[in-house]
Structures are given as C-alpha cells and as structure tokens.
C-alpha cells in the first residue's frame, strides 16, 4: 500500500515550457487535490476532483490545467510555464468528504527559470 | 472570506518545554478544524482534528480545543521532544468542498 504518489520528484523547466505532474493513489479516495506550497504563504489550492471524470478550480489555478480521468490518477498540467510558477507542489487525496483525513505525496519541486 | 491566522514562527524551545501554537479562524457557521504536520522533506499529516464547538482533538501528546466563543483551535503540548520539530499548519474546512490553510509555524526544539 503506497498510498499517495508523485512523479517526478523534482524538475526545472525553462519559461515556456510544458510539463505534467502526475499524482497516483491506491486508497480508491474520491476526492483529490493539488496543492502549492510558497514560503511564508501556507498551501493554496490550485485545483481538486470529487470523483472520476470531475475537475473544480480552487484558490490560484490560473496557469494550470488538470485532469482526473482514471479515479486513481490527479495530472496537474503546466501549458506554459512561468517563473512566477516555482513551487513544490502536493497532491492529496481523501475518501469522499473534504472532513476525511487528507493524505498528501511527498511533493514534487519545481523551478521555472 | 474563509481564512486561517497562525503565529508567525520559527517558534524554539527546549526540550521538555511546553508548546503552543496559536490559531484563529475566520469563517460563517461551523467549519471543521484541523492540525496537520510536516515533517523535513515529508508532505503533510494530519496530527489531530475537531468537528464541532468544544470537541478537543489530540495525538501523540498533542491536543487542542475548539474555542466557538473566541474562533481559536491553539495547539498544546505539556513536554516537547526534538523529534516534534516541524512545521505545523492549522487549516478549516471552506464548506465548498476544500481545505484552507494558515501559512505554517516552524517549530524548533533544542535538546
């Protein structure tokens, strides 16, 4: 049982490159979030899923595009990417209420230069 | 809107000194209130919860009250160990299906 897993764990693009991260759970959870953590800022949404084939903005998606085609998979894509857009990122996931315990990936670490 | 207020960090104590962290929330009705956990390199845990006005929520030595009257769900420990350094992040339930985080409190215990 893995749990929550996040591939790549660390990358670097250049400005206006493209990229998909990929986020995998084996706890057959319904609900799936991508995170952004920034230093002194805490985690903001970008995006989240209730359910397979489901996909709802949250607090900063701008720049991001997501995916929840298999209920065990959450892809995080980046179109075009921005410096402004250097973060680690989290992916969690929960059973089938925002309440339930949310259990996170490692993160992934990514530089846009 | 719905927002979460920690103290700033880092917070450094001796080992065996007693923690707390504080936390106010701002939000209509009655969110659920979490402490997660995070640990160096790791991604985020959940260290204990509660659900409703005076619940306590508590794990390994850890616990904390859900204060209604004064929107507060403070973190406390009687006696810190090294091994509780981390970064500690109170967040609450939006009602709209998402969680929102305070920014995080480092925490530092020395031996």
């Known amino acids: 049982n893995a749990g929550v897993t996040q591939t790549p764990k660390f990358r670097v693009l250049k400005t206006g490159q493209s990229m998909t991260l990929l986020c995998a759970q084996d706890m057959n959870h319904e609900y799936m979030y991508w995170y952004r953590q920034d230093p002194g800022m805490g985690l903001r949404l970008i995006h989240y899923?209730?359910?397979?084939?489901?996909?709802a903005k949250g607090e900063v998606p701008d720049g991001y595009n997501v995916s929840r085609l298999k209920k065990q998979n959450f892809l995080l894509g980046l179109e075009s990417a921005a410096p402004s857009q250097t973060s680690v990122y989290f992916c969690?996931?929960?059973?089938?209420?925002?309440?339930?315990?949310?259990?996170f990936g490692p993160g992934t670490r990514l530089t846009v230069l | 809107g719905n927002s979460v207020t920690q103290m700033e960090g880092p917070v450094t104590l001796s080992e065996e000194a007693f923690l707390t962290i504080n936390c106010t929330y701002t939000a209509t009705g009655y969110p659920s209130l979490f402490w997660y956990v995070q640990y160096p390199g790791e991604g985020l845990q959940l260290l204990l919860k509660?659900?409703?006005?005076?619940d306590k929520g508590s794990n390994k030595g850890f616990e904390a009250t859900y204060r209604k009257e004064t929107t507060s769900f403070h973190l406390e420990k009687g006696s810190v160990q090294v091994s509780d350094s981390a970064v500690y992040f109170c967040a609450q339930d939006t009602g709209r299906r998402a969680l929102t985080f305070g920014s995080g409190t480092r925490l530092q215990v020395q031996p």
């Open positions: 509660a659900t409703k006005a005076d």
């Open positions: 969690a996931s929960s059973r089938d209420r925002v309440t339930d315990t949310q259990y």
């Open positions: 899923s209730v359910g397979e084939g489901t996909t």
